[in-house]
């Protein structure tokens, strides 16, 4: 207890970014990386894919852009690495890029190990997803 909630070295640049929101949203995984529980306050809802350790991430709309995002384990998850993929929340291109698929306010969460292979988390799990999105579409 006694933990401090601020960050001491907040990310550059996203801090003082004006018509930002950041969705948290807390996991909670069992056996075979089926979801448990989930935090019912936070606007985001996940769920659990076909593939091992792959989660589809659900924001109420899409955004502007991402300015932000992650995810981190409570727990030893062992080398675990979490890697964001097929972004549909993005409604303006990164100067050079594209966008690509219809918007829908999703982006998928996929767990792998070192070795680059989609792994299920260990049982029991606790994981939080972080978002920052700029508003606007």
Same mark, same amino acid.
């Given at each position: 207890? /006694?933990?401090?909630?601020?960050?001491?070295?907040?990310?550059?640049? *996203?801090?003082?970014?004006? +018509?930002?929101?950041?969705?948290?949203?807390r996991v909670l995984v069992g056996a075979s990386g089926a979801i448990t529980g989930q935090d019912a306050k936070s606007r985001?809802?996940?769920?659990?894919?076909?593939?091992?350790? $792959?989660?589809?991430?659900?924001?109420?709309? +899409?955004?502007?852009a991402i *300015?932000? &995002? /992650?995810? @981190?384990?409570?727990?030893? @998850? +062992?080398?675990?690495?979490?890697?964001?993929?097929?972004? $549909? &929340? @993005?409604t303006e291109a990164i100067p050079g890029g594209t966008i690509a698929g219809t918007i829908d306010g999703t982006i998928i969460l996929q767990f792998r190990n070192s070795a680059g292979t989609a792994t299920d988390l260990p049982n029991p799990c606790t994981f939080i997803v972080s978002i920052m999105v700029e508003g606007g579409v």
């Open positions: 207890m /006694g933990a401090s909630s601020a960050l001491s070295n907040p990310h550059a640049g *996203v801090v003082t970014r004006k +018509g930002c929101v950041r969705f948290t949203h985001v809802t996940l769920t659990k894919q076909g593939t091992a350790g $792959q989660y589809k991430v659900q924001l109420p709309r +899409g955004y502007r *300015v932000d &995002i /992650g995810c @981190t384990f409570i727990g030893n @998850t +062992g080398s675990l690495v979490p890697d964001f993929q097929t972004d $549909q &929340i @993005t």
